[in-house]
């Protein structure tokens, strides 16, 4: 059997997805999550790297995973991912002009990254004389970490992307009759937002304001401790009906600056390609999981806004039946279970 293995190393929690392929049929066959070790990523201690992959270890060997070779995630906030524009050329060509392109858009010396690049979008289909191409360079010592805790959890790396490469991967597949939508992932420490042609991406950018932030701006705005801040954000989120408001009041200017954010993307994305409109928002990632985060999105931003399910054309067992509200979550471990090529 063809197994392929999601491992999305949060800086929260640890999440496991592996699918049994054929095909194009996919089957459930291990998921769970496991939380990371405190400030274990941020490390370079050698205790605090056995520490994530021991911990690895036990979510592989608690979840039954067959697989040994993994396709991991890397921070958006760390990576440099642009869909940049370049003239008609041969793959050939491409090859030989992306690392003259490259030093346009990324704020590090070519030696210290490994550069990776794929066409989104031919001239032909752009209709125009130029190409579209993603654009992604991972700092070297970023992936060299990565690496390190993956040989002491005793797994190979066989892939490496972002996570909103991965999350628009898993996406795609459950919106098939949207032609145009905006993707916000929002995680612990960063909201990565994507824009999604056909299922193409057309956008992605990367800010330094979710979950976390939410928590320390409800402590500060209360004068709560993080922990009663964190209980508080998770029991009534963004209801504006619980506590008088007051939890709403206090996350309103993170929340803004994430509105705002938004809106700066679709505006964006709408002067370049004015024609065509952006049909919906869907939200992945822990933080979209807060109570009332959905209705706050749709009412701030004035249009569709539902929660992301990536189990779309996945076939699962009952026992998984509990993991369907849990999509969100598991949207990138899903969409690098999903790479299989």
Same mark, same amino acid.
């Given at each position: 059997m063809n197994y392929s293995l999601g491992?999305? %190393?949060?800086?929260?929690? /640890?999440?496991? %997805?592996?699918l049994v392929y054929s095909g194009n049929s996919f089957a459930l066959s291990a998921a769970g999550s496991i939380p990371t070790p405190p400030k274990a990523l941020t490390s370079t201690v050698p205790a605090d !790297?056995?520490?994530v992959a021991d911990t690895i270890k *036990?979510?592989?060997?608690?979840?039954? @995973?067959k697989s040994k070779n993994v396709n991991i995630a890397l921070p958006e906030s760390k990576v440099f991912t642009r869909v940049i524009e370049v003239p008609a050329l041969s793959d050939r060509e491409l090859s030989s002009a992306i690392k003259w392109e490259a030093e346009q858009y990324i704020p590090l010396p070519l030696a210290d990254v490994n550069l990776d690049f794929t066409t989104l979008r031919t001239a032909a289909e752009t209709g125009t004389n130029k190409m579209e191409v993603l654009l992604v360079a991972a700092p070297k010592v970023l992936l060299s970490r990565y690496m390190g805790i993956l040989e002491v959890a005793e797994v190979t790396a066989i892939g490496a992307e972002t996570e909103i490469i991965a999350t628009s991967r898993a996406l795609a597949r459950s919106l098939p009759n949207v032609k145009n939508v905006l993707v916000a992932s929002m995680g612990a420490q960063t909201t990565d937002l994507a824009i999604l042609r056909g299922g193409v991406l057309a956008l992605t950018r990367s800010i330094p304001a979710a979950g976390d932030a939410i928590t320390r @701006? /409800?402590?500060?705005?209360?004068? +709560?401790? =993080? !922990? #009663?801040?964190?209980?508080?954000?998770?029991?009534?989120?963004?209801?504006?009906? *619980?506590?008088? $408001? *007051? %939890?709403?009041?206090?996350? *309103?200017? /993170?929340?803004? !600056? %994430?509105? $705002?954010? /938004? #809106?700066?993307?679709? @505006? +964006?994305y709408q002067e370049k390609y004015h024609d065509r409109d952006i049909q919906s928002v869907v939200v992945s990632g822990g933080t979209a999981r807060i109570p009332g985060m959905v209705i706050y999105l749709a009412q701030a931003l004035g249009m569709e806004v539902q929660p992301a399910n990536p189990w779309v054309g996945i076939s699962r067992d009952p026992r998984f039946n509990v993991l369907t509200a849990e999509g969100p979550n598991f949207c990138?471990? =899903? $969409?690098? @279970?999903?790479?299989?090529?």
């Open positions: 491992l999305d %190393i949060g800086s929260h929690t /640890i999440k496991l %997805i592996e !790297t056995q520490a *036990k979510l592989l060997k608690d979840t039954g @995973a @701006a /409800i402590a500060q705005g209360l004068d +709560f401790s =993080v !922990t #009663q801040a964190e209980e508080y954000k998770r029991t009534y989120g963004l209801d504006q009906t *619980k506590l008088e $408001g *007051k %939890i709403v009041a206090a996350a *309103k200017p /993170i929340m803004d !600056t %994430i509105v $705002g954010e /938004i #809106q700066r993307a679709l @505006a +964006f990138v471990a =899903v $969409g690098l @279970a999903l790479r299989t090529q």
